[in-house]
């Protein structure tokens, strides 16, 4: 049986106890691929190998000897947004790495999307009728936001829940129901990576997103269109102010365009999941 070893030097630093473990675990789900958390790696065969960049930066020398005890590895580094693990230093003979918050020195590794909080299949709202049309629930912390939280309250129709920081807002259950409830949930960037979980929360609701096209500095970055590299199903923008406008387009199109959004994403993990098992046996 394929094995994922949920690996640090830090024992109380496991991947899989973060909210940016969702797409993976969903992904061994249903690969039937058996999860181990350790802090040493055996000597087998081929595994994957999932570690928290963050946590772990600076131990890349210990983490090679490591890794050489097995023969074929496909490697996830996670949590990392400010990227201070140096994935450069990784110099295994057969390996396959992916990079959560890649950015542009990650060209040359696969791009791992943040995709939903696995805590999402534990607080699925009941199916309901869509009674907003737009939904808002996050930190007001920087420049984008503001931007956004200066349009917001003139959107008829909304649920609109600012707070002053990360995770400080309604329970899990109440926020999906809220942005269950509405057909366009905006998704300005995070702090440091433009990724953000409530990008692929919208679509689980059925909710189209809108992406940023700026980063937390207000700098361009198409940071969506480098993590997929394709054209995107779903709409963007620079300028949050153009919000309105924005609402307006989608809806004339509205619900089938949220459906080609939804189909997308689940072609892109199924599609994501028959990768992983061709790498582990390439």
Not at 106 to 133: C, F, M, R, S, V
Not at 185 to 204: N, Q, T
Not at 254 to 274: E, G, L, S, T
Request: some cysteine; overall charge neutral; charged content about 25%.
């Amino acid at each position: 049986m394929l094995t994922a070893y949920i690996y640090s030097k830090d024992p109380l630093d496991s991947a899989n106890g973060k909210w940016d473990y969702g797409l993976l675990k969903q992904t061994f789900e249903r690969n039937k691929i058996s999860e181990v958390v350790v802090d040493t790696l055996p000597k087998t065969d081929r595994a994957f190998v999932v570690i928290p960049g963050q946590g772990n930066a600076s131990k890349e020398d210990e983490i090679n000897e490591e890794l050489k005890n097995i023969g074929r590895v496909v490697l996830f580094i996670t949590g990392d947004e400010e990227n201070l693990f140096d994935v450069d230093k990784i110099t295994h003979k057969n390996i396959s790495i992916w990079v959560q918050y890649p950015t542009r020195k990650h060209q040359k590794y696969n791009k791992l999307p943040i995709g939903a909080p696995q805590h999402i299949k534990d607080n699925l709202p009941e199916y309901a009728e869509k009674t907003h049309t737009v939904c808002f629930a996050g930190q007001v912390t920087h420049r984008r936001r503001q931007q956004l939280a200066d349009v917001m309250p003139s959107i008829k129709d909304s649920v609109y829940k600012p707070t002053d920081g990360f995770a400080k807002g309604d329970n899990p259950s109440e926020y999906y129901k809220n942005l269950f409830s509405a057909k366009i949930a905006p998704s300005p960037a995070g702090v440091v990576s433009i990724d953000s979980f409530r990008l692929f929360e919208a679509i689980e609701m059925l909710c189209m997103p809108i992406a940023d096209l700026r980063n937390s500095k207000g700098h361009k970055d198409n940071f969506y269109h480098y993590i997929f590299d394709q054209t995107l199903p779903f709409p963007s923008t620079s300028n949050w102010v153009e919000l309105p406008d924005i609402i307006k387009s989608i809806l004339k199109e509205y619900p089938n365009n949220m459906h080609r959004v939804v189909a997308w994403w689940i072609k892109y993990k199924r599609d994501f999941a028959i990768k992983l098992m061709k790498e582990i046996y390439a």
